[in-house]
């Protein structure tokens, strides 16, 4: 379901601006326990209820950066050392 072309923003030339929409829904009627999430659940809004005991960052697991050049389309892979990324300051 998407917004209304008369409620889209316009620049100045009368063309519809990219509009970034950030929704944080709460109070949902169905929630569902962490065990009780089945495959029907993928790619839908699902309201999970529990207690957050550990958390780990992603991260520390990255091994090898890929990266994309926008001019030229080369790839470039960059391994990961001490949970940093060096990212490529230009193409080569």
């Known amino acids: 379901m998407g917004l209304p ?11 519809p601006c990219n509009l970034s929409v950030q929704v ?12 009780e999430l089945e495959p029907q659940h993928v790619d ?3 309201s999970i209820s529990g207690l957050v ?14 990266f994309k050049c926008t001019s030229c389309g080369r790839d470039e892979q960059v391994p990961v ?12």
């Open 5 to 15: 072309d008369a409620d889209m923003p316009e620049d100045d030339e009368g063309a």
């Open 24 to 35: 944080r829904p709460f109070n949902l009627h169905s929630v569902q326990r962490m065990r």
């Open 44 to 46: 839908s809004l699902v």
């Open 53 to 66: 005991i550990r958390a780990s960052s992603f991260i520390p697991d990255l091994r090898v950066a890929h």
């Open 81 to 92: 050392q001490r949970a940093r990324v060096d990212e490529p300051a230009q193409c080569e």
